[in-house]
């Protein structure tokens, strides 16, 4: 049976201590929250886990990388050094699948994106990444064999102190009581669940390009589901049609931008090559991750020489993570596009022909280079009834500008971009500007103005926007 581990959210709720290394890390003795969770589980010979990663994956991934058990227990050094006999182990029979699930999913998100690593299991355990437990997990499992619910969580009555208050008609005080003598339950935050909870959760509605306000992670179950309890032990929900999965939402209820369905096609546009990769690379390796059956169209209108391969290399590193991708260069004269218009309009026209994505990446209308505005203009022309975010160059004209639309990035993906663009656009090394301290300043900069968790994100100027 398989642990599946809910330890990619922001942790904003820890503050100072969150920005420096993930909720799930943060140290409980000499070791992080997860560990003690997984030994928990390992206690009773559930040693199988899937780590659904996000925010800060690398600090998780690292630790166990490094992880030493010698460093770990207690040992028997001879012969010099050259033998160590271990004492006591802890994670060797430990098997752990590392899956990144997106930086701003929500629960039901990074439950799915985990469902191949649990399609041979007829049941599975999960749990958030920061909260422990002393419950007895296989009376939690026999529990959910013996019903005919599809799920199971551990409700517990709240053991901080705080009163609860009821009011009359006229709002005068009735009565004060302690919580810890309500009859008041909370997520306990362990489930079971038989592999048929999936069949719920395709009928959730997917959030889509930017991750909500607050805390992503949070309360996976409605609390409606808390009232149908056995014990401290509540079935998450009951076999057959009357559940209706859309109205009790697996993920935790957000304010956020979201569609009923994923991002199925994307299509980028730039003038030159390397303008898609500064300009939104970040959220196209993001939008890969967190879509990964999207295809993405990748146009370049102007290279000749070196600069095609350039960009045909690099635009491959970018689009790796989608399920189908395409590319485009061609020969517009660099400088001429205000002069070249007829022709690059009637290549607009052909392309409309050839795709249709749920949302285009072009350059913003306000950009001072000619061939920018340009793109930008026939942009909009063309993809009338599109989806359009105009990303941003940094460049001499100073034309930054106050972008309204902005997408969190992870360290990870923030470094990932710059070192695939400072490796592949080797052409461009001598320009003064086209620096790794640029490029990160950029992000920085845009992270700065959007309060990203991470500090780094991507700025967009968004002109219309259906909700």
């Known amino acids: 049976m398989k ?37 928990y589980y390992s206690r009773f010979d559930v040693t199988n886990f899937v780590l659904c990663l996000g925010y800060k994956a690398e600090a998780i991934k690292e630790y166990f990388l490094s992880y030493n058990e010698a460093l770990a227990n207690d040992f028997v ?17 430990w098997s752990m699948t590392f899956v990144n699930t997106g930086l701003n999913a929500l629960i039901g998100e990074r439950l799915r994106a985990v469902q191949p690593h649990l399609a041979d299991d007829e049941m599975f355990l999960a749990t958030y990444g920061d909260c422990l437990t002393d419950a007895p997990l296989t009376e939690m499992i026999a529990t959910l064999q013996q019903s005919d619910a599809v799920g199971i969580f551990l409700a517990s009555h709240p053991t901080y102190n705080f009163h609860i208050v009821t009011f009359d008609t006229g709002n005068r005080v009735e009565t004060m009581r302690d919580v810890t003598a309500a009859d008041l ?13 999936f069949d719920y959760t395709d009928r959730l509605p997917v959030r889509w390009l930017l991750g909500p306000d607050g805390h992503v992670e949070g309360q996976a179950c409605a609390r409606d589901l808390a009232r149908e309890r056995s014990g401290a032990m509540a079935g998450a929900a009951r076999r057959g049609p009357a559940l209706s999965y859309a109205d009790r939402h697996l993920a935790m209820h957000q304010l ?18 390397d303008d898609i990769e500064i300009g939104c690379g970040g959220t196209l390796l993001r939008l890969a991750e967190e879509n990964p059956g999207a295809e993405i169209h990748w146009v370049v209108l102007s290279a000749d020489g070196p600069r095609v391969e350039e960009a045909r290399l690099s635009a491959a590193e970018f689009a790796a993570g989608y399920a189908r991708s395409s590319f485009e260069v061609q020969g517009f004269r660099d400088g001429f596009f205000p002069y070249d ?13 050839r795709v249709s994505p749920d949302v ?46 902005f997408v969190y990035l992870s360290d990870s993906i923030a470094r990932r971009k710059v070192d695939v663009i400072l490796s592949h656009f080797v052409t461009q090394h001598d320009k003064r500007w086209f620096t790794d301290d640029l490029f990160m300043a950029s992000m920085r900069l845009r992270g700065m103005e959007s309060n990203s968790p991470t500090g780094r994100a991507e700025a967009f100027y968004c002109r219309k926007l259906v909700i």
């Not at 160590?84 to 802890?90: P, S």
């Not at 956020?256 to 090559?273: N, T, Y």
């Not at 209308?365 to 920018?372: F, I, P, W």
């Open 3 to 39: 642990v599946v581990l809910f330890c990619g959210g922001l942790g904003l709720r820890m503050g100072e201590a969150s920005a420096r290394i993930p909720k799930p890390m943060i140290p409980i003795g000499d070791k992080p929250i997860l560990w003690h969770i997984m030994n």
């Open 77 to 93: 050094l001879s012969e010099g050094g050259k033998r160590i006999e271990l004492l006591q182990r802890d994670i060797h029979t």
């Open 185 to 197: 339950w909370i997520n306990g935050g362990y489930f079971v669940f038989r592999n048929e909870i």
């Open 256 to 273: 956020s931008l979201h569609a009923d369905k994923p991002i199925a096609s994307v299509l980028a546009i730039g003038a030159h090559a």
């Open 341 to 353: 218009g007829g022709a690059i309009k009637e290549w607009f026209e052909a392309l409309k022909g």
């Open 360 to 405: 285009v990446f072009a350059h913003q209308r306000a950009d001072l280079h000619q061939d920018h505005r340009v793109v930008s203009e026939l942009t909009w022309n063309t993809f009338r009834n599109h989806l359009i975010f105009e990303y941003e160059i940094p460049k001499f004209d100073g034309d930054f500008g106050t972008p309204n639309l």
